[in-house]
């Protein structure tokens, strides 16, 4: 069973601070992962994908990835009221995405 | 900027009859995909759609779904005889290249079809 695993928080963090969001996965073939925002009620958002082991960064965004040991995380810099949301990662099997049950991050001002 | 639409946004069904959500996915895409979100829960995968035919489906696909592309632009989901547990949000999606070929797999979401089923 290819699972993806998350803590469901809720991580609570100040405006202004940076939000650490965490994410393992079982399946060693999986190759590419991703970070989706959604918000209450709506459908999931693509905030940036990654492949490579190491960092990625976009914006307040930085994406990092351990393969060896099936690590993904998501850096919020600057944290906002705006940014909170429930924050999904997702492994991509064959086609398609495999969720994590998503973690919810509440920033107060 | 192009977007999957969804429709109807909310439908209220009672249990053992059939539903059809239907979605326009962007139009330049060619793969399709139905996942669902229990109210609370994960979003799950249900299945692919590619040059007109199942590419995968999950084992929550049974044989009381269907999904099908009528007339070249719809892609719909068909739930012959809902159950209780059917109730939830459902998601179309839809992807330029298959994650395989563009190892990215970027899948752009619709608003979603919310079922609820009594």
């Known amino acids: 069973q290819k699972e993806v695993e998350q803590n469901s928080g809720p991580l609570s963090v100040p405006e202004g601070a940076i939000a650490s969001l965490n994410c393992t996965y079982s399946?060693?073939?999986?190759?590419?992962f991703f970070w989706y925002r959604q918000y209450s009620g709506k459908s999931p958002e693509l905030i940036m994908f990654i492949y490579s082991n190491g960092d990625k960064e976009d914006g307040r965004f930085t994406a990092q990835l351990n393969k060896a040991s099936q690590y993904v995380s998501l850096l919020i810099r600057d944290s906002q009221p705006s940014d909170s949301a429930t924050y999904l990662c997702a492994s991509l099997n064959t086609d398609k995405l495999i969720f994590g049950t998503g973690t919810r991050l509440q920033v107060f001002p | 900027e192009p977007e999957v639409t969804q429709t109807p946004s909310h439908q209220v069904t009672q249990m053992g009859q059939e539903v059809i959500l239907r979605c326009v996915p962007i139009?330049?895409?060619?793969?399709f995909y139905w996942y669902r979100q229990i109210l609370g829960q994960k979003v799950e995968f249900l299945v692919s759609?590619?040059?007109?035919?199942?590419?995968?489906k999950s084992e929550i696909f049974d044989d009381q779904f269907s999904v099908e592309r009528p007339d070249g632009s719809n892609f719909t989901l068909k739930i012959r005889s809902t159950k209780l547990e059917d109730s939830a949000m459902y998601f179309c999606?839809?992807?330029?290249?298959?994650?395989?070929?563009?190892?990215?797999?970027?899948?752009?979401f619709g608003e979603g079809s919310r079922l609820t089923v009594l």
């Open positions: 759609f590619y040059n007109n035919e199942i590419s995968e």
């Open positions: 999606a839809s992807s330029e290249l298959a994650g395989f070929e563009a190892n990215t797999g970027e899948l752009f």
């Open positions: 139009s330049n895409h060619l793969y």
């Open positions: 399946d060693r073939g999986s190759q590419s």
